[in-house]
């Protein structure tokens, strides 16, 4: 959590919270043969050998993540969604373009932050080959083949840049899911001094996040479940509900 700042639960029955936590087996962790030294505050036990959260703890730096993404929709601030595990691709897409936020999916190019220029520039290229293309412009200045070609070229951009397009500008905060998985994206992130909030599992470096949420990054619905409330408490900030 980011130094003076402190939230509350937005919620009157912090058990149906807890209760909605567990019914999407947000309290699953890995082994304790995997778990990063930095989660042991928030290990409840073992079952079957395998690590269960403490919720209410979970519960608690849930809180002020929700805030402080609430604070930056306040602000007219871009939030930066990133998910490249397979069990998170689709749900973060698919939120992150609820709320008109960029997202990364398929994988995390090098120096999208700390090279961001040049990353805009490819972005910005994306753009203009697409306008050219829905407006004919490609099928009148090239031949077949080239137009083969130059739609590849669209593809392999749009693989790669399809979900920051509108990223004008680096984010204010990211949100991500599995930061031992998206290491390169962790380590740009507090390269370039941007807060990041994650959904963090067992075997994950808490210390390496600003806003770590312990819970199960594995399954699609917990996933699903605090993707959508990071998604509403940004559309909260928004509206000025927060």
Same mark, same amino acid.
């Given at each position: 959590m980011i130094e ?7 919620? +009157? ?6 209760t +909605?936590m567990? #019914?999407?087996?947000?309290h699953?962790g890995y082994?304790?043969?995997?778990r990063?030294?930095?989660v ?7 079952k079957?050998q395998?690590e269960?959260? /403490?919720?209410e703890?979970?519960l608690d730096?849930l809180?002020?993540a929700?805030a402080f993404?609430?604070k930056v929709a306040?602000e ?7 998910g490249? *595990?397979?069990?998170?691709?689709g749900?973060?897409s ?18 999208t ?7 805009r520039?490819?972005?910005d290229k994306?753009g203009v080959?697409?306008?050219?293309r829905?407006?004919g412009?490609l099928?009148q200045?090239y031949?077949?083949?080239e137009r083969?070609?130059i739609?590849r /070229?669209i ?8 979900g920051i397009?509108g990223? *004008?500008e680096k984010?204010?905060?990211m949100f991500?899911?599995?930061? *031992?998985?998206e290491?390169? +994206?962790v380590r #740009?992130a507090?390269?370039?001094?941007i807060?990041i909030i994650?959904l963090a599992?067992? /075997?994950?470096n ?5 806003y770590p949420?312990?819970a ?19 559309k909260k900030?928004?509206s000025g *509900?927060a």
């Open positions: 003076g700042e402190t939230a509350t639960i937005h919620t +009157a029955d912090q058990t149906a919270a807890i +909605a567990f #019914e999407v087996g947000a699953y082994t304790r043969s995997k990063h030294p930095t042991a505050p928030f290990i409840y036990g073992t079957n395998v269960i959260f /403490d919720l703890k979970t730096v809180a002020p929700l993404v609430a306040g007219g601030k871009q939030l930066l969604f990133v490249t *595990k397979h069990e998170a691709q749900i973060v698919e939120l992150a373009d609820s709320i008109d936020m960029p997202y990364v999916t398929i994988r995390w190019i090098g120096g932050l700390t090279n961001f220029a040049t990353i520039g490819r972005v994306l080959l697409l306008a050219q829905d407006s412009e099928a200045k031949t077949k083949k083969l070609l739609d /070229d593809v392999r951009l749009e693989r790669n840049f399809g397009t990223m *004008k984010p204010a905060v991500m899911i599995d930061p *031992k998985k290491q390169t +994206a #740009e507090r390269q370039v001094g807060p994650a599992g067992s /075997d994950c808490l210390k390496e996040v600003d949420i312990p199960n990054d594995s399954s699609r619905s917990s996933i699903h479940f605090f993707t959508k409330q990071i998604t509403d408490a940004y900030g928004h *509900k």
